[in-house]
C-alpha cells in the first residue's frame, strides 16, 4: 500500500465515514455501521475515489426513499444491522445482497460508473428482503 492510499484511508476512516454514517443514522433513524475491506483497497487508489459517491452517496439515496415514513424506517432498523463494502478487481466478481442482517456490496470501484450499483438497483435488493 502505497502513501497516497494510505492517506486517503485516513481521511475514510477519520473524515468520511463517521460523516457518511451520521447521515444514514439522520435518514434511517438509527445507526448503522459499515464494514469496510480496507485491504481490498490498499493497493487501488482509483477504487479509493470512488468510493464515497459508488457506496455511501448511493446507499443514502436509496435510504431517502425507503425510510421516507415510519414503516420504512422501523423495517431498516429492525432487518438492516451492518453495511460491508468491498472492493473487487474484476466486474464478474461483483455482487450484491442483503441477508442475516447484512447488505453486502462487492463492487469494481475503479471502472466508475462501469462498476457500480445504482441506488435503484440498491433499493430494490433492500426492499426485496424488508
Not at 22 to 36: F, R
Request: proline residues 2%.
Amino acid at each position: 500500500m502505497g502513501l497516497e492510499e494510505r492517506r486517503k484511508i485516513k481521511e475514510y476512516q477519520d473524515t468520511i465515514v463517521p460523516e457518511r454514517s451520521a447521515e444514514l443514522a439522520e435518514i434511517c433513524g438509527t445507526a448503522i455501521p459499515y464494514d469496510i475491506d480496507w485491504d481490498s483497497f490498499a493497493n487501488d487508489a482509483e477504487a479509493l475515489r470512488f468510493l464515497d459517491n459508488l457506496s455511501f452517496h448511493r446507499i443514502n439515496m436509496a435510504m431517502r426513499v425507503i425510510c421516507t415514513d415510519e414503516l420504512g424506517r422501523e423495517a431498516i432498523k429492525d432487518s438492516l444491522k451492518v453495511i460491508k463494502l468491498k472492493n473487487v478487481a474484476d466486474k464478474a466478481e461483483m455482487k450484491i445482497n442483503f441477508g442475516g442482517g447484512a447488505l453486502e456490496m462487492a463492487l469494481n470501484y475503479a471502472k466508475g460508473t462501469e462498476g457500480y450499483y445504482s441506488d435503484g438497483e440498491i433499493r430494490t435488493v433492500l426492499m426485496t428482503g424488508l
